[in-house]
C-alpha cells in the first residue's frame, strides 16, 4: 500500500466535500515527481483565487467562532499531545514519503521526521505551564496580562524541510489559538497536507488547519496580501522576504522570515582534527547541502590545514563513493530538489573560479553502492573548492546545494573576520578545545545560531532564527508561542466604590483636591 495519494487538493472548510481524489474544475493542476527517478508521485490541484479567499474567510468566522481561538489552553495542549502521538506512529511512511518528493536520503529523513512529535508536546506542555502575569500598577488597581490569540496566520513553507519547518511554525500557532492557513512548497506538498488531515482526525477543528497548495507567485501572494492576514510567517529566499515583507507591512501585520544563509565553520588550530572533519562534513553535506545553515564556507588555521584537509577530502570522496538510491538505508546523500536546480548549482561551480578539490559535476553512470542509475536523478556529488576570492558570488551567495568553499587564515581575528564578512548571519560554527576561545569567538560572531564542536543541533526549546539578511523574529521557544500572540492588559478598580465616587469624579464641582490621571 502506498503512503500517499495519487491526487491531492486543496486542504479547507471549503473544499471539505471534494473527498481525497479532487477534481481539478479549472484549476490548475501540479505534478509532484521524485528528483531521484523522475517519477510522478502524484497529481496536486492548486488553490485558484476563490480558494484563497474561501479559505481565509472561513478561518476568520472560525476564529472568531472560538471554539479553537477561546478554547481552554488545557482543552488545545490535549489535542496536540494527540496529534503528536499520531504522528509518532506515521514516522515510518511519512519518511519514506519525503524521501520520494524531496529526493533526500531515507536515513536523514527517518532521523529528522523521529523527532517531529517533540515540538506538538513542547507547546502542548507551554499551554499547561504558561501564565498571565500582574502588571505593578500604581493605585488601587488589578492590573493582569494575558496573551492572547492574533486571528488568522498565513505560513509559507519551502521544500528542503517540508514536514519540519511547517510544524515548527503549526505547533506554536495552533497552541496560541490561531486559525492557520499553509502554503507549502509546490515541489514538496504531500506530507504537509496528509498532516492537516491527521490534525483534524486528532482534534483540531475544521477551518483552524487549512492548506493550500500552490505556486508562491499566485496561491502565496494572494495568501499574504489578504488583509485578514494578522501574521505572515515564511522560510524562503532573502529577495522573497524582502518582496512579502513590503506586503505585510503595507498590512501592518506581525511578521516572521528565516530566510537566507551562508554559514561559516570555523576550525582552529587547537581543534580536535578527527571531530572536526565529521561535524564540518556533516554540516556542509547533510540534506545535499539544501538548508539554511549549511556550512558552506570552511574556514581552517594553518597550523592543521594540511592535516584537516587531507582528512576532509577523503571524508568526501567516501560520501560520494556510498551515494545511490536515496531509499537505501545506507545511502549517504540524496539529490538536489530538481534538475533545474542542478543546472544552476553546476553552472554557478564550472565558471572557473578557484581550484575544485573534489565533485563539480552531476553524477552520472552507477553508484558503487547499488547499481543505482545517477543519470536518472538530480545527484550532485559533495564538492569542494579552494581560492575563490572574497568577492565571488561562492563565497556571498547562497548556492543551496552541497559546495563548500575553503579558506586558510592565521590569527584569531583573521578568522572572525571572515566569518563575519558575509551578508548573511543565520548560523555558524567553531571548532576548538579552548573553552575561552568557544565563548570569546561565540560572542563575535555576527549569527543568531553558533554552535561549537557540533553543528546544526535544534531543539523546540531552542530559538532559531537569524541576523542582518537572514531574517527576522524566531522560531521555537517561548519566543515563538509569543510572536503568535498579543498582550492584552485588563485594569480593574478594586477600590470601595465611596473612594471612587470621591477621587475619580473628575470634573467635580467646588473640589480643588489633586486628581490623578492616567
Known amino acids: 500500500m502506498k503512503a500517499h495519494r495519487p491526487r491531492y487538493g486543496p486542504f479547507a472548510l ?4 471534494d473527498g481525497p481524489m479532487p477534481e481539478a474544475r479549472g484549476r490548475e493542476e501540479i505534478a509532484v515527481k521524485n528528483p531521484a527517478s523522475g517519477e510522478h508521485l502524484a497529481t496536486v490541484v492548486s488553490a485558484s483565487q476563490e480558494d484563497v479567499s474561501s479559505a481565509v474567510y472561513s478561518a476568520h468566522e472560525t476564529f472568531k467562532a472560538g471554539v479553537w481561538s477561546r478554547a481552554p489552553a488545557a482543552h488545545r495542549a ?3 499531545s494527540n496529534l503528536a502521538r499520531d504522528l509518532e506512529e506515521r514516522v515510518p511512511e511519512l519518511a519514506k514519503v519525503e524521501t520520494l518528493q524531496t529526493g533526500r536520503a ?10 517531529l512529535p517533540e515540538w506538538l508536546d513542547y507547546y502542548a506542555a507551554v499551554l499547561r505551564t504558561h501564565s498571565a502575569f500582574v502588571a505593578p500598577t500604581q493605585g488601587p488597581l488589578l492590573n493582569y496580562v494575558q496573551r492572547i490569540p492574533l486571528g488568522v496566520v498565513a505560513q509559507i513553507t519551502p521544500f528542503n524541510h517540508p514536514l519540519l519547518i511547517a510544524l515548527k511554525k ?5 497552541a496560541a489559538g490561531n486559525s492557520v492557513i499553509v502554503k507549502p512548497s509546490e515541489l514538496a506538498p504531500i506530507t504537509v497536507l496528509e498532516f492537516a488531515e491527521m490534525a483534524v482526525a486528532a482534534g483540531v477543528p475544521p477551518g483552524v488547519l487549512q492548506v493550500l497548495p500552490g505556486y508562491g507567485r499566485t496561491v502565496g501572494r494572494q495568501l499574504v496580501s489578504d488583509p485578514a492576514i494578522k501574521k505572515v510567517d515564511i522560510t524562503a529566499g532573502t529577495d522573497t522576504g524582502r518582496a512579502i515583507g513590503k506586503i505585510v507591512g503595507a498590512n501592518l501585520a506581525h511578521y516572521t522570515a528565516e530566510l537566507g544563509g551562508k554559514a561559516p565553520i570555523v576550525v582552529f588550530g587547537d581543534a580536535d582534527v578527527p571531530s572536526a572533519v565529521n561535524g564540518a562534513a556533516f554540516a556542509c553535506f547533510v540534506a545535499s547541502g539544501q538548508t539554511c545553515v549549511s556550512g558552506t564556507r570552511l ?6 590545514y594540511d592535516e584537516f584537509m587531507d582528512l576532509f577530502l577523503k571524508k568526501v570522496q567516501s560520501i560520494t563513493n556510498r551515494m545511490g538510491n536515496p531509499l537505501n538505508p545506507k545511502s549517504t546523500m540524496g539529490t538536489v530538489i530538481s534538475h533545474r536546480q542542478l543546472e544552476r548549482i553546476q553552472n554557478i561551480v564550472q565558471r572557473g573560479v578557484g581550484t575544485i578539490l573534489a565533485g563539480g559535476k552531476r553524477l552520472t553512470g552507477l553508484s558503487p553502492l547499488d547499481g543505482y542509475d545517477f543519470s536518472q536523478g538530480a545527484f550532485f556529488p559533495p564538492t569542494v573548492i579552494a581560492d575563490v576570492p572574497t568577492e565571488d558570488d561562492l563565497w556571498r551567495e547562497e548556492i543551496f546545494g552541497p559546495v563548500v568553499v575553503v579558506k586558510r587564515f592565521s590569527s584569531e581575528q583573521e578568522g572572525v573576520d571572515l566569518a563575519n564578512g558575509c551578508k548573511y548571519g543565520l548560523g555558524a560554527g567553531i571548532w576548538t578545545q579552548d573553552l575561552s576561545r568557544a565563548h570569546r569567538v561565540s560572542a563575535m560572531i555576527e549569527a543568531g545560531l553558533v554552535w561549537v564542536n557540533t553543528h546544526h543541533r535544534n531543539d523546540p526549546s531552542s530559538p532559531w532564527g ?6 527576522i523574529g524566531r522560531e521555537n521557544g517561548l519566543e515563538a508561542f509569543e510572536a503568535y500572540t498579543q498582550s492584552k492588559s485588563t485594569i480593574v478598580n478594586i477600590a470601595s466604590a465611596q473612594e471612587t465616587r470621591s477621587v475619580q469624579d473628575w470634573f467635580a464641582e467646588e473640589d480643588d483636591s489633586e486628581k490623578r490621571y492616567g
Open 14 to 17: 471549503h473544499t471539505a466535500q
Open 78 to 80: 490535549a489535542v496536540l
Open 106 to 115: 531515507i536515513r536523514e529523513m527517518k532521523a529528522q521526521l523521529g523527532r
Open 170 to 174: 503549526i505547533a506554536p500557532a495552533l
Open 299 to 304: 574556514l581552517v588555521q594553518d597550523e592543521i
Open 466 to 471: 537569524g541576523m542582518k539578511e537572514s531574517g
